[in-house]
């Protein structure tokens, strides 16, 4: 047993270690005995597990600002000294300090030697509201830095990272990077097509029928899947649904639980122009926030919602809407909630004229399947057609 006391060589002699991230202009030298960096000239850089760690606290913060960002996206940061969380920071909302400013803002005095700064996204580059991070980093001696993602942007990708090089701190890119990246799957849409990221979301029977006859109560899921439902409202910037749902549902069409953030629009298409005046969307205190389309295709509407920086929209019915949306392809994420339950009936989830072919029909790709009390949530990106 006489190995175990010199730890050094047990490390040494493990093949993941050998893996450790070698990056200039910081080379690993590695510790005696532990994992700290106290002495400058034996460093040890952590493993990719110790950066997955600290990223998903990053990430943890980035999820605060969901729904509330836009048309930003929600960024994240921690700074790590010693295996150790100093200071945490998150992008509150458009216009605000970024999320690495605010966590470095956060720190009393100086950043230490040796710590290192967790970031979901690239830190911007250019001046915006706010000057550039990557400059503030530089001047706030950070000299270490993990990022999750590179900027969707094709004008700022990876300048940061260059900026940052250049200014003498260690950049490390792609820590848990498709995480960081789904986080802002609806900014990154919309920043680099112009066009809101559209999520498709109902409740259906088994027989994929959307309600009961009027005059029923109109739910068919249960009250669990409509509390996981809402949940989808709090970080969208739009919410789609057809005049026949505001004719027969009268819904409020908003966030009622999570942290206050302004309402999603919402948007109700039209071709006859006969919506009751006193549906809650006109009348309740968000009816500034009701935008009404008449004649217009879905199309054309998402793209318009597109240019009032709407980053996300969730179109929740009814069956109309939604055929169309599938019919021309515009869904970029499905959440269908299916209720054990057959109703029949003429109002069908997905009706419209349908795929051409088996082929030609839309798929999901790795979908998700999860158990609400009796009731099934579907989860899911349709695969790029052919
Ligand atoms: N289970 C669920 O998750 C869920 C969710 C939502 C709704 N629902 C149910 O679904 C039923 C309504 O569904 P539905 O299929 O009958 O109707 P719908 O999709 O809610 O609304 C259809 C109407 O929307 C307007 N419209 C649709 N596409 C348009 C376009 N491209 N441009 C302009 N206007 C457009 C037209 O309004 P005009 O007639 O005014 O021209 C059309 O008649 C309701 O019973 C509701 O309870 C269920
Ligand atoms: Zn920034």
Known sequence: MRHRSHKIWDILAQPRHHDFPVRAPVRPRYLLGCGRYRCSYLQ???PENTH??????????AKKGLGRTSPNPAVGAVLVKGNRII????HRQAG???AEVDCLRKLAGPVPPGAILYVTLEPCSTRGRTAPCANYIIER????IVIGTIDPNPQHRGRAVELLRAGGV????GTLEEECARLNEGFNKWFVTGEPFVIAKCGMSLDAHLTRPPGESRWLTSESSRAHAQKLRAVVDAIIVGAETIRRDN???TVRSGPRRVQPLRVILTRSGRLPQTAKVFCDSNRDRTLIYRNKTLRSVLRDLGRRKVTSVLIEGGGDVLSQA???RLVDKVQIYIAPIFTGGNVLAFGGKGAPSTEGSMRLESPLYQRIGEDICVTGYPKPSS
């Open 44 to 46: 040890l850089v952590p």
């Open 52 to 61: 997955e760690k600290f990223m998903r606290a990053a990430l943890a913060e």
């Open 87 to 90: 200071a945490r920071g998150y």
């Open 96 to 98: 605000g300090d970024h």
């Open 141 to 144: 001696s950070v000299r270490s």
């Open 170 to 173: 260690d950049v490390t890119t």
């Open 251 to 253: 819904p409020y069409l």
């Open 326 to 328: 599938f019919d021309q």
